[in-house]
T-cell receptor
């Protein structure tokens, strides 16, 4: 079984400030890691994912996340946030070993609130 | 390319009734997954269908069921509705339903049970 922990339920930050959203996971097998973003009244959109290779992955809108196997973490960072980044962010994992299983286990989400 | 569509977007039902939600995946996608999102439990996996077969199922009671048609469209049904079934139900599609495939989510159906 897997679990994902997002310790911060809310993160308030001023515009242009840096931000880090924390994600830790627990799994007895290898996992793929994902960050999804949910804007108000919308579904989830994939922000970035780690499958293999370089442990640092980047999104097209300036977010990055680093996979740390020893700490079982996949924290999301952005050096300078914008008002439009205000949203709910979900960390998720899927089990590598199940092969065909399209099952995501999500964290409880972190609400990023960017203000002027 | 059209995204994942879900109908209806909003639904109000009373306890004891049943409800059917529909999901049309992105063209060419053969896997459809369903998730329940609530403030208390967060996002929880319901089930996944691939080529009209249920391949994976979450920990939900038998009142929750689904099916997939030959055109990959999917429906989920909840019978004997309970107040606790009030939630946002999200559908996601992916090409093959493999663990590393990106899942594309629809806007969801918000179900309110009175």
């Amino acid at each position: 079984a897997q679990s994902v922990t997002q310790l911060d339920s809310q993160v308030p930050v001023f515009e242009e400030a840096p931000v880090e959203l924390r994600c830790n996971y627990s799994s007895s097998v290898s996992v793929y890691l994902f960050w999804y973003v949910q804007y108000p009244n919308q579904g989830l959109q994939l922000l970035l994912k780690y499958l293999s290779g370089s442990t640092l992955v980047e999104s097209i809108n300036g977010f990055e996340a680093e996979f740390n196997k020893s700490q079982t973490s996949f924290h999301l960072r952005k050096p300078s946030v914008h008002i439009s980044d205000t949203a709910e962010y979900f960390c998720a994992v899927s089990d590598v070993d199940t092969g065909t299983a399209s099952k995501l286990t999500f964290g409880t989400g972190t609400r990023l609130q960017v203000t002027l | 390319k059209a995204g994942v569509t879900q109908t209806p977007r909003y639904l109000i039902k009373t306890r004891g009734q049943q409800v059917t939600l529909s999901c049309s995946p992105i063209s060419g996608h053969r896997s459809v997954s369903w998730y329940q999102q609530t403030p208390g439990q967060g996002l929880q996996f319901l089930f996944e269908y691939f080529s009209e077969t249920q391949r994976n199922k979450g920990n939900f009671p038998g009142r929750f069921s689904g099916r997939q048609f030959s055109n990959s469209r999917s429906e989920m049904n909840v019978s004997t509705l309970e107040l606790g079934d009030s939630a946002l139900y999200l559908c996601a599609s992916s090409l093959q339903g493999l663990a590393y495939n990106e899942q594309f989510f629809g806007p969801g159906t918000r179900l309110t049970v009175l």
